[in-house]
C-alpha cells in the first residue's frame, strides 16, 4: 500500500524517475484524480503529476454540487441529465460524508424561465431521467406555501415554487478522496510537478513526458506507454505541446461565486432562481455562510489566477436583492469569492451559457489522449470513458487485458459511515472523545468522514488537544499538503467559509509546514507569496 505523505515526497519522485508506467496522467483535478482511480482498478501501472497542487484548477473553485443537471432539461441534453442523475445516486453510496442531499427551492416568478406547469413537467422528467427514489422525488407548492417555506422571496413577483433534491459536496476534498483512494490501492500521485513536453519513439509515438518538479526546479523523464492529458483549462496547452491542436478547441468561460455571512441572507433552504438576463443562479446555505453564483462569462485572461471583479459581484448581489428584496446586499457584505475556469468545448456562435458541458476524448496522431468538458459529477464515467481507450490500445498493441471498471463499487476514503448519517456518526464518535463538542466533531466528519478519527487521535496523542495542529499534521501525512495554501485553500475551504480568527492562525501554520517538510528559505517564502495571491485574489475584488 502507498501512503501519501508530503514527507516521502523525494522517495515519490525518485519512483517516479525510475518507473516505466502504463499510464501517466497529467492533472489532479476531479477529472485525473478519477482516472487514476480507475486505471488502478483495472491493473495498470499508474502515476498522476499536478503541476500545483491537487484540485488547483477548476476543481476547487465550482457551485460544490454533485447534481442531475436541471439547467441540461433546458438544452434538452436528456443524455447527460440520465447519466450524471445516475452517477449521483453512486457517489452518494460511495462517498456519504461529502456528498449531501439538499433539498431545493426552485421559485416560481412572473417573467421567469419556467411557469408553473413547465416546472412541474421538468422537475418530472429531471427526477425521473435522474433515478431519484420516492421520497426524493420533488412537489409543487401554491404561493403561500413557498413563501411559508422561504419567507425572504420578493412577494411581488412570486407565483409558486417547485421543491426537489439536489446534492451539495465539497469538489477539492471530493478530488482528495478519490486520489487517496487511488493511492491506497498502489497509484502514485505527486503535485507540483508539471508536464512541460513529450518524448517520442521511433514510430512518433509519445512514450515519455519531460517533467519539472516545481518545488525543487529539478527536471527529468517519465517513462510511460500511454499518457492521458486531463489539465482541465489547460488541455489546449499541452495540446500545443504536441502539435496537435487542431479542429476543436476549448473554449473557457468563467464563473464567480460570493460568500456571504448566513445572518445577511438567513434563508432556510438552498434555492435555485431566475436573474432577470434569463439565467438562472444558486443560493445555497452552508453552516454560517451563503453562497451565492455564478456568473458565466467568456475568458481569455491569466488561466492560474482567475478572480471575481467587481462587476461580477454586482451581478450576484442584484439577482439576491431582486429575489429576496429585504435583504438588501451591499459589497460590504460579501467576506470571500472565488472564480473557476469552464474547460469547455467551442462551438461556433454559442453564447458561454448555451455551449454544451459535454465532455470528449480527442487521440492526437502522436498517441495523446486528451479529455476535456464534462462536470464534476460525472468524473466517473469519464475516467471509465478515457481508461477504456487505453485498455483497447495496450490490448491491441501487446494482448494485455485490463480488468473491466469497477469504480461504482468502490468505497472512497472517509465514506465509512457503518450506514449512519454525519450527525449520528459525529454523536458516536463524540462518546469517545468528550475533549470536543459535537459541532467541531460534526466539522471534522463533513470533511474528512470516517477518517476524523485518525485526526482526533493524533490530537489526543500529538498536539494537546488542538484539533487544527491535528489537522494540519494528518494532512501533511495522508493528504500530500505541502503549504498552508493547500491546508487553507483546498484541503479544508477556510479560506472561502471559515475566514472568523483566520488571519491570526496562517503565520504558525506557514511555520508548521516551513519546519516539518524542512523548506529552505527561498521555498518557504514562494509558497507563502503564492498563498497570499490566491487568498487576496478571494477576499478582495478588483475594480
Ligand atoms: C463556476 C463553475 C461551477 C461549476 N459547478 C459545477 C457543479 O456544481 N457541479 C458539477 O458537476 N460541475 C460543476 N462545474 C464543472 C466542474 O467543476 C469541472 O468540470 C471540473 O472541475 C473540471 O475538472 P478537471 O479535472 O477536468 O479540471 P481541473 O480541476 O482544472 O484540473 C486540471 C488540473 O491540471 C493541472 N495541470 C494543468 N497543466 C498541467 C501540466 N502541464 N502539468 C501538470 N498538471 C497540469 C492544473 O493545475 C489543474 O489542477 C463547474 C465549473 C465552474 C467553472
Not at 478519477?34 to 502515476?47: C, M, P, S, T, Y
Not at 465509512?416 to 458516536?428: F, H, M, T, V, W
Request: hydrophobic share 35%.
Amino acid at each position: 500500500m502507498m501512503s501519501f505523505s508530503a514527507k516521502k515526497r523525494s522517495e515519490y519522485i525518485q519512483t517516479l524517475k525510475s518507473e516505466h508506467f502504463d499510464l501517466v496522467v497529467i492533472g489532479g483535478g476531479i477529472t485525473g484524480a478519477g482516472i487514476v482511480l480507475d486505471a488502478i482498478f483495472r491493473g495498470l501501472k499508474v502515476a498522476l503529476i499536478e503541476k500545483r497542487d491537487f484540485a488547483f484548477g477548476t476543481s476547487s473553485r465550482s457551485t460544490k454540487l454533485i447534481h442531475g443537471g436541471l439547467r441540461y432539461l433546458k438544452q434538452l441534453e436528456f443524455g447527460i441529465v440520465h447519466e450524471v442523475g445516475r452517477e449521483r445516486a453512486i457517489l452518494y453510496k460511495n462517498a456519504p460524508h461529502i456528498v449531501i442531499p439538499e433539498k431545493m427551492l426552485l421559485p416560481i416568478i412572473k417573467g421567469g424561465s419556467l411557469g408553473r406547469r413547465s416546472t412541474s413537467l421538468g422537475l418530472f422528467v429531471y427526477d425521473k431521467l435522474a433515478g431519484v427514489t420516492k421520497k426524493e422525488r420533488r412537489f409543487m407548492l401554491n404561493k403561500a406555501k413557498t413563501l411559508e417555506v422561504e419567507p425572504l422571496l420578493n412577494t411581488d413577483i412570486l407565483r409558486g415554487g417547485g421543491m426537489y433534491v439536489e446534492y451539495r459536496s465539497d469538489d477539492a476534498r471530493l478530488t482528495i478522496e478519490v486520489m487517496k483512494t487511488a493511492v491506497s490501492n498502489g497509484a502514485l500521485c505527486i503535485n507540483y510537478v508539471e508536464c512541460t513536453d513529450f518524448r517520442l519513439n521511433d514510430k512518433n509515438k509519445i512514450n515519455g513526458i519531460a517533467v519539472t518538479d516545481s518545488i525543487t526546479g529539478e527536471a527529468f523523464i517519465v517513462q510511460t506507454k500511454k499518457v492521458i492529458n486531463a489539465a482541465g483549462p489547460w488541455v489546449d496547452n499541452l495540446r500545443k505541446i504536441d502539435l496537435s491542436l487542431k479542429g476543436k478547441r476549448l473554449h473557457l468561460t468563467k464563473g464567480v461565486h460570493i460568500v456571504v455571512p448566513k445572518n445577511r441572507i438567513p434563508i432556510k433552504h438552498a434555492t435555485y432562481f431566475d436573474v432577470p438576463d434569463g439565467r438562472m443562479i444558486f443560493a445555497i446555505p452552508r453552516d454560517n455562510i451563503v453562497y451565492l453564483g455564478t456568473t458565466d462569462t467568456n475568458y481569455k485572461e491569466d488561466t492560474n489566477y482567475p478572480y471575481a471583479d467587481k462587476t461580477d459581484v454586482a451581478y450576484i448581489l442584484a439577482a439576491a436583492n431582486n429575489m429576496f428584496p429585504s435583504v438588501k446586499l451591499t459589497e460590504k457584505d460579501v467576506v470571500s469569492t472565488w472564480a473557476g475556469l469552464r474547460p469547455l468545448i467551442h462551438e461556433d456562435g454559442k453564447s458561454p451559457s448555451d455551449l454544451s458541458r459535454k465532455d470528449e476524448i480527442f487521440i492526437s496522431e502522436s498517441n495523446l489522449i486528451s479529455i476535456a468538458g464534462g462536470k464534476l459529477t460525472g468524473f466517473r464515467k469519464m475516467a471509465q470513458r478515457s481508461v477504456d481507450v487505453v485498455c483497447a490500445q495496450l490490448k491491441k498493441e501487446e494482448g494485455k487485458i485490463c480488468r473491466t471498471c469497477s469504480t461504482e463499487f468502490i468505497e472512497l476514503s472517509g465514506g465509512n459511515l457503518e450506514g449512519k448519517s454525519i450527525e449520528d456518526y459525529a454523536r458516536q464518535l463524540q462518546t469517545k472523545n468528550k475533549n470536543f463538542d459535537l459541532k467541531e466533531i460534526t466539522a471534522l466528519v463533513k470533511k474528512y468522514g470516517s477518517n476524523s478519527n485518525l485526526i482526533l487521535e493524533i490530537s489526543e496523542t500529538k498536539t494537546n488537544n488542538d484539533l487544527l495542529l491535528a489537522e494540519a499534521i494528518y494532512s501533511m501525512n495522508e493528504e500530500m499538503t505541502n503549504n498552508i495554501a493547500d491546508f487553507l485553500i483546498r484541503r479544508t475551504g477556510r479560506v472561502y467559509f471559515e475566514r472568523n480568527n483566520l488571519e491570526e492562525k496562517i503565520d504558525k501554520l506557514h511555520q508548521f509546514y516551513t519546519e516539518q517538510l524542512c523548506h529552505d528559505n527561498e521555498t518557504a517564502l514562494r509558497f507563502k507569496e503564492d498563498f497570499y495571491k490566491e487568498y487576496e485574489g478571494v477576499v478582495q475584488f478588483k475594480s
